[in-house]
């Protein structure tokens, strides 16, 4: 979507909830933080035909508002941290906290995770 809004053309991604920050991480990463787009509640892949087409429909009126919108009303957020930081009683339990928030974020695929030495 980044691509086709580089190219001049509007383009407003449907993105299920639980994927908002990775959305936002991904526009500011290929350099469009301002980059709208539009929530639904559930992922489409493994959802039924008719709530697909359901969730969709109930989305239209955002999908064309951003459409229609000079952007000001983006969903990126400027308060949020670009830095995310874990502390501990020491480096072992800092490293499993930020392992139980990478989970709790759907970041991890529960294999550990190490930081960079």
Known sequence: MIEIEKM????VPIVSGRFEDDAIASSKTFGMPDLQFVIVPRIYRNL????CIS???DAIDDL????????SNSASNPQQEDTIRFEGDDRYD???KM?????RRDWSDALPLFPPT
């Open 64 to 71: 064309i508002g951003c459409l229609t919108s000079d952007g």
């Open 48 to 51: 039924a035909d008719d709530l």
């Open 99 to 103: 392992n139980a928030e990478f989970l």
């Open 8 to 11: 001049g053309k509007p383009a």
């Open 55 to 57: 969730q969709t429909e």
């Open 94 to 96: 800092a490293v499993l």
